[in-house]
Each structure stands twice: as structure tokens, then as C-alpha cells.
């Protein structure tokens, strides 16, 4: 059999493949609690949860094509609205996620604004003097937030039911909500991007002027969009802070930013897979490397293993994992409905009686 084995959209062969690839995410996605130690599935968890944080990233850097250099202070925002709620207010988790949500979507609003005149280098400007501020605002409020020394006790009990009891039933909880988590922030912003909202980001971002021409509304559309990214990545920031129990200024610095950026880069900009891969590279790589070598050596090796990975798939391992797919099977699009194949209509002469008007010379005169 010859390859790539093309396949006609829509057939029952597409439904299979379409299917086949869901289930065996689901396969894996349930298998992996009881295949992988209770500190690895910890690991995985904390790798879903950076991976939250750079769908959020990947819809404003990614598809809307906004430089965010502050997507830290989101998570922060979002992590320590959990951890403050929870240890000083003895709220319900899911109300402290649901409440860090709506504000880092009012913040993200506000900080969306200046995205209105500023482009480019500028809006990255502003965006990170947010991520730059929040470190300092956590040490300075140390009464809330527990300052440099750390806020404790954060914690989320699982269900009272047999499945997750035991020693590590809290880490198959906590890994379970997190791929839920990471599932609705990908169907969120692949509803987003595949509605009017989606088409009108992609508009601004390709060509602003001609746009902005044809009715869209700059203002609503760029706004919101930052809000729905600071709303995932204060998602993910209510999470890690229930599955690490501990929060410093340091957890939320500039170098989370830069990880974010990073793993949206390596796995593929503007691409609905590659948060994923991008985020377990960033949190896993360090991890191998520091097994193989301590010190220095360690920091050398991820740095090197990245510069290889942007030069050998400039598009992202999710773009090169498409390719290397399509060489096995291809989606070929069906014709739009009613565009069938037929003989050509036989080209009629003006002064032809078939066509049903006068001779030439007839309406020349006219």
C-alpha cells in the first residue's frame, strides 16, 4: 500500500481516524495514574497545569498575535486568590477558581486597554511592568499573602469515595481535575477561534487596517480576548497553588513568563496541541537534565536541546507531528455541496437566436 493513504473528508474512514485519535487519548489520559509512580503522576500534574497557562498564552500571543510579557502576573493573581481564600476565609476551591477567574478577566481587561494604541515592543512593554509589579505587591501586603515567607496550607480534599482513597488518592485527584481544567481551556478557545470573535482576531491580526474597514470592532474584540487569556491562566494559577500547597513571590516572577513563552514557541504557535507539548518539554527537560548532570552542565543541556528543537521544527512540535502524520494519512476536502461535475455549458455567439438576444449589430446601433 502506497503512502500517504489519502482518506475523503467526511467518509466513514475520516470518522474512524477522527474517533480512533480521541479514544486513544482517553486511553492513555486514564491508564496513565496507574502506570506511572505516585511522584511522576505528580510531575504530570504540575506539567498539565503550565500547560493551562499556555493555552491561555497561545490565544493572545498565538492566534491574536499580542506580545504578553505579564501572563505571570495572571497566575499569580489567580493562584494566590485561591491560596488567600482557602487559608484566610476557609472558601470552597472551586468558588476560589471561579472567583480568581473573573478578576484576572477584569484585570486582563484593564490591561487590554493600552493594547488599543500600543503595538509590538511597546504593549510588551506594558505588559511587563504587570509582571514585574505583582512579586512586589505580594511582599508588600505580607499580612495577606504571607509575604517572602510563603503562604501554607492549601490543599483540596478529594470526594469521600473508594476510588480515591489511600495514599495517593489527593495526586489522581488533583491530576484529574487538572485534565478536565486543560480540556475546557482548549474547547474554549476552540469555540472562540472557530466564531465570529475567532475570525475577527485573525482578521486584526493579519491585516489591522482593511479590518477595522469592514466593520470590526477593534475595542471589543481585543479586550475580551485578553480577558479570556488571563481568565485560563488564572485558572491554572488557582490549581497550582491547591497542588503545590505553598506560594512565594518567586513561584510567579519573570521567569514563569518566560517559560510560558518558551513552551508556546516549541510547541507551536497558534496551534491547539502545542501548549501541550511545549509545556511537558519546559517542565520534563529540566527534570532529564538535571538527572544526567548537576551544576551548570544541567542548564547548558536544556538550553542546547531548545535551540535544536526551534531550528529543526521551526514550526513547533505540533506543526512537525502534523507533518510526519500527513506522510501516513491525508484528509482530502470533499467540493462544497452542489458543485457536481457536469459537461460544460457550449459557449453561445452574441448573435446567436439561442442566446435570446439581437444580432450584434442590432444593439450597436441602439
Not at 497550582?240 to 508556546?264: D, H, K, R
Not at 504557535?269 to 537534565?289: K, N
Request: hydrophobic share 55%.
Amino acid at each position: 500500500m502506497a503512502l500517504p493513504v489519502h482518506i475523503p473528508a467526511g467518509s466513514r474512514a475520516d470518522i474512524g481516524w477522527r474517533v480512533g485519535r480521541v479514544v486513544l487519548i482517553a486511553l492513555l489520559v486514564f491508564a496513565t495514574p496507574y502506570l506511572v509512580p505516585s511522584f511522576r503522576l505528580s510531575q504530570i500534574t504540575g506539567a498539565l497545569v503550565l500547560a493551562i497557562a499556555v493555552v491561555g498564552l497561545n490565544l493572545l500571543s498565538g492566534f491574536a498575535g499580542q506580545i504578553s510579557l505579564g501572563h505571570a502576573a495572571f497566575f499569580g493573581i489567580g493562584a494566590y486568590t485561591t491560596g488567600v481564600m482557602t487559608v484566610k476565609w476557609e472558601t470552597a476551591v472551586p468558588i476560589t477558581l471561579v472567583v480568581g477567574m473573573v478578576l484576572c478577566f477584569v484585570v486582563g481587561v484593564l490591561v487590554g486597554l493600552p493594547a488599543l494604541r500600543l503595538q509590538g515592543m511597546y504593549l510588551a512593554l506594558v505588559t511587563l511592568a504587570v509582571g514585574v509589579l505583582l512579586p512586589s505587591l505580594i511582599r508588600r501586603f505580607d499580612g495577606l499573602t504571607g509575604g517572602s515567607s510563603g503562604l501554607f496550607g492549601m490543599e483540596w480534599e478529594p470526594p469521600g469515595i473508594a476510588y480515591f482513597a489511600g495514599r495517593g488518592g489527593e495526586t489522581v485527584w488533583l491530576y484529574y481535575v487538572t485534565v478536565v481544567a486543560l480540556v475546557l481551556a482548549c474547547v474554549v478557545v476552540w469555540n472562540v477561534m472557530h466564531s465570529r470573535i475567532g475570525r475577527a482576531v485573525v482578521a486584526l491580526r493579519d491585516n489591522e487596517a482593511p479590518a477595522i474597514m469592514t466593520g470590526i470592532n477593534r475595542a471589543f474584540v481585543r479586550t475580551v480576548v485578553f480577558g479570556l487569556s488571563a481568565s485560563i491562566a488564572g485558572l491554572a494559577g488557582g490549581i497550582f497553588a491547591v497542588q503545590a500547597g505553598i506560594l512565594t513571590p518567586e513561584a510567579v516572577s519573570l521567569l514563569l513568563t518566560i517559560n510560558l513563552l518558551v513552551a508556546m514557541i516549541i510547541g507551536g504557535r497558534a496551534s491547539y496541541w502545542g501548549p501541550v507539548f511545549g509545556a511537558f518539554v519546559i517542565y520534563f527537560v529540566p527534570v532529564w537534565t538535571s538527572d544526567l548532570s548537576q551544576g551548570p552542565i544541567s542548564g547548558v543541556l536544556f538550553g542546547a536541546l531548545v535551540i535544536l528543537l526551534v531550528f529543526v521544527m521551526p514550526n513547533g512540535l505540533a506543526g512537525g507531528l502534523t507533518s510526519l502524520v500527513r506522510r501516513v494519512v491525508v484528509v482530502v476536502p470533499q467540493p462544497p455541496r452542489g458543485a457536481t461535475e457536469g459537461p460544460s455549458p457550449v459557449p453561445v455567439e452574441p448573435g446567436d437566436p439561442a442566446a435570446g438576444n439581437p444580432p450584434l449589430e442590432a444593439r450597436l446601433v441602439r
